[in-house]
């Protein structure tokens, strides 16, 4: 595997972030070279919120992230803002519950997820939506293992959290290509 730069973003409150978290524990639980960098602004929810992930086998020279070959839109401002920045090629997810527009580019494979009505009425709870988005993302980039995340639900979910490491793992199973 070369290395994958995964571009995550959204607004506050959706767990952007997270997603980032779970697939560089993820990749970290694996033995693979990882880096994951935050950016949002200084709203607390509803604001601007994304990050970058790059996994590789090797050491990763920088975590900067011009170019993705992985760009998740969680809102609209996101994927137009970002989408120039994926290679061609690359692969797109739109959180379509949420972002009535299309994919302009042509030249990438472009995911619908459903995100927020998938998790309401599959899983019953919308809190899960940043968990079907990672799903979406794992079972079509392969980049980390799924089952790889119920270790890390289980290291990071502990106290009062572990109950929701069974939704969690639904959540990643319930988006379908």
């Not at 990749?27 to 950016?39: D, I, L, Q, T, Y």
């Not at 994919?103 to 940043?130: F, M, Q, W």
């Not at 119920?150 to 959540?171: W, Y």
Request: charged letters at 20%.
């Amino acid at each position: 595997m070369s290395t994958k730069k995964i571009f995550v973003a959204g607004f506050g409150g959706q767990g952007i972030l997270l997603i980032g978290q779970m697939l560089s524990y993820a990749a970290m639980f694996e033995g693979k070279e990882v880096s994951w960098m935050p950016s949002y602004g200084p709203e607390m929810r509803g604001g601007t919120a994304n990050c970058t992930v790059c996994i590789s086998e090797a050491p990763i020279a920088s975590p900067l992230v011009t170019a993705c070959d992985v760009l998740v839109a969680m809102n609209g401002p996101s994927l137009e803002k970002f989408e120039s920045m994926l290679v061609p090629g690359g692969d797109l997810f739109i959180n379509s519950s949420i972002v009535p527009q299309k994919a302009s580019r042509t030249d990438v494979h472009v995911y619908y997820v459903d995100c927020n009505e998938i998790t309401e009425k599959k899983l019953g709870n919308p809190k899960a939506a940043n968990m079907v988005m990672l799903g979406a993302i794992i079972n079509v980039t392969n980049v980390v293992d799924k089952l790889t995340m119920e270790k890390v639900f289980q290291k990071v979910m502990t106290g009062e959290k572990a109950k929701l490491i069974p939704l969690n793992m639904r959540a990643l199973d319930a988006w379908e290509k």
